[in-house]
């Protein structure tokens, strides 16, 4: 038996590998949807607040699910789950994108002026 799971759990290693990189597929064209010029919508806000948290949100390998809601002058992206937050930080603050800007902020991470794509691997 020993001998046929070192096999089984060096082929799953490929499709770890692929998972991420799926993901980061995903953001990628999440974020070239966000058009900056004309203000930030509430998906757009979304798609800032997924890419930023899988950048800055923490462990690897989990995409991080927010909930947006109207903050103002910000979008207030309040985080459910995923590689930014585990059981016992459930009262992490929202990501914060201004609404003109597209200008993230958050507590727990940088500020950035924008998330920008060469910055997903």
Request: charge should be neutral.
């Amino acid at each position: 038996m020993k001998n046929l799971l070192l096999p089984l759990l060096i082929s799953l290693l490929p499709a770890c590998g692929d998972s991420i990189g799926h993901h980061e597929r995903i953001l990628r064209d999440d974020l070239v949807q966000v058009k900056y010029s004309d203000g930030i919508s509430l998906l757009e806000a979304k798609y800032i607040a997924d890419a930023y948290l899988y950048l800055h949100g923490g462990r690897i390998g989990k995409a991080p699910h927010v909930k947006v809601r109207d903050g103002g002058a910000v979008w207030l992206c309040d985080i459910y789950g995923g590689r930014a937050i585990s059981p016992e930080r459930a009262d992490s603050p929202p990501v914060t994108v201004d609404k003109k800007t597209g200008h993230v902020n958050w507590a727990e991470g940088p500020e950035l002026s924008r998330v920008e794509l060469p910055l997903i691997r």
